[in-house]
Structures are given as structure tokens and as C-alpha cells.
T-cell receptor, first 114, second 112 residues
Framework: KQEVTQIPAALSVPEGENLVLNCSFTDSAIYNLQWFRQDPGKGLTSLLLIQSSQREQTSGRLNASLDKSSGRSTLYIAASQPGDSATYLCAVRRWDSTLGRLYFGRGTQLTVWP | NAGVTQTPKFQVLKTGQSMTLQCAQD?????MYWYRQDPGMGLRLIYY???????DKGEVPNGYNVSRLNKREFSLRLESAAPSQTSVYFC???????????FGQGTRLTVV
């Protein structure tokens, strides 16, 4: 069974810092990996999708890397802002009998203070 | 472009009552999913549907039933609600293996 772990569980930093959120998964036979953001009481917003053949993906101040063989992904947030405060979820997809279900980590709760 | 729409957004039920959570997507996606999110547990798959007319159980299906009414709509039914079903429910859809999954805004359900 695929297990996804996110470290740290919570992070509190001052504005302007560069951040690294970590995600690890136990089964490297993944199709792709997706990072989401969840604001309190809200749904999941997709941030980045990395295919298993890719090493990294960038969107604005966000950069996600993937090392499939070691079962790791990192989400790098540059020059953090208070508006980045949210829970960040990592999810991996295996195209198996469940036809693309996502296996989620429990998230990293990020607080960026002014 | 609405994406994935869930109704209702909030619901309070008494133990034993039934209700149906609705989900609709307008992206012509093939696969749809129902997850529940509980504190400390992460998101867990309840049921999924590969295409219209097909449904299968996920990891926590007990107490739930689903219907894939057409390609757009995938509903989740609680026949006799229990306090253990208090949770936030998310519907998701995806076109294919290499594409992004999109989520609805969630239904916050409390069973008293």
C-alpha cells in the first residue's frame, strides 16, 4: 500500500523566508505527483503537477522537484508572504485498479507572519 | 468554467437520517472520486467511478452508496447516518492518467 508522509507537520516563519516542504512516498511506481493548497474551511487547489518522467515543475514562486527512485518530492516556496499561509498537501497517483486515485499525505500547515 | 461543484456546502443530520451529496463536473472528465477528510487521517477514498455506469469501492466504503448518473454527475448517499460519518467530503475528477485532478469545495457534514 502506498504511504505518503509530509514533514514538517507545521511550520511558522517570518515573511520573506525561502521554504522547503518535504514529501516522501513508499512505492516509487507512481504515475505523477500533485501538490495542493488548502485554505481553512476550503477545498483543494492544485498548485503543481509533476509527471513521473519529470524532475521539476515551476509556477511563479513555487518550484516542485521529484526524485521518483528515492520516493521524495520537495516544494520550494521563494520569498514567502502572509498570503501563502495554508495547508500544503502532497498526493501521488498510481494508475492501478482504482484508475488514478490519489494517495495523500497529512499535509504541512504553513503560517507566514508579517 | 465552474470545475467541480458540490452541494450542499454544509449539512447537519440526526443519527439514522439519510441524505445524498451531489457532485457535478463540467470538464468532460472520465473518472470521478469521493474522498473524506478527517483531522489526523488525511484524505481517504470512499468510492470511485471510471466512467458512466461503473462504480467501485475505495478504502472506506462502509455506510455509503454511490451513483454515476451520467458523465457529469457522481452522487454519494448515506442511507442511515452515524456520528462516525461526521467529516468533510470532497468530490474530485480527472480526465486521464497524466492530468491534474480537480476538487470541489467540499461538503461539511455533522451527524448528531
Amino acid at each position: 500500500k502506498q504511504e505518503v508522509t509530509q514533514i514538517p507537520a507545521a511550520l511558522s516563519v517570518p515573511e520573506g523566508e525561502n521554504l522547503v516542504l518535504n514529501c516522501s512516498f513508499t512505492d516509487s511506481a507512481i504515475y505523477n505527483l500533485q501538490w495542493f493548497r488548502q485554505d481553512p474551511g476550503k477545498g483543494l487547489t492544485s498548485l503543481l503537477l509533476i509527471q513521473s518522467s519529470q524532475r521539476e515543475q515551476t509556477s511563479g514562486r513555487l518550484n516542485a522537484s521529484l526524485d521518483k527512485s528515492s520516493g521524495r518530492s520537495t516544494l520550494y516556496i521563494a520569498a514567502s508572504q502572509p498570503g501563502d499561509s495554508a495547508t500544503y498537501l502532497c498526493a501521488v497517483r498510481r494508475w492501478d485498479s482504482t484508475l488514478g486515485r490519489l494517495y495523500f499525505g497529512r499535509g504541512t500547515q504553513l503560517t507566514v507572519w508579517p | 468554467n465552474a470545475g467541480v461543484t458540490q452541494t450542499p456546502k454544509f449539512q447537519v443530520l440526526k443519527t439514522g437520517q439519510s441524505m445524498t451529496l451531489q457532485c457535478a463536473q463540467d470538464m468532460n472528465h472520465n473518472s470521478m472520486y469521493w474522498y473524506r477528510q478527517d483531522p489526523g487521517m488525511g484524505l481517504r477514498l470512499i468510492y470511485y467511478s471510471a466512467s458512466e455506469g461503473t462504480t467501485d469501492k475505495g478504502e472506506v466504503p462502509n455506510g455509503y452508496n454511490v451513483s454515476r448518473l451520467n458523465k457529469r454527475e457522481f452522487s454519494l448517499r448515506l442511507e442511515s447516518a452515524a456520528p462516525s460519518q461526521t467529516s468533510v467530503y470532497f468530490c474530485a475528477s480527472v480526465q486521464g492518467a497524466g492530468t491534474e485532478a480537480f476538487f470541489g469545495q467540499g461538503t461539511r457534514l455533522t451527524v448528531v
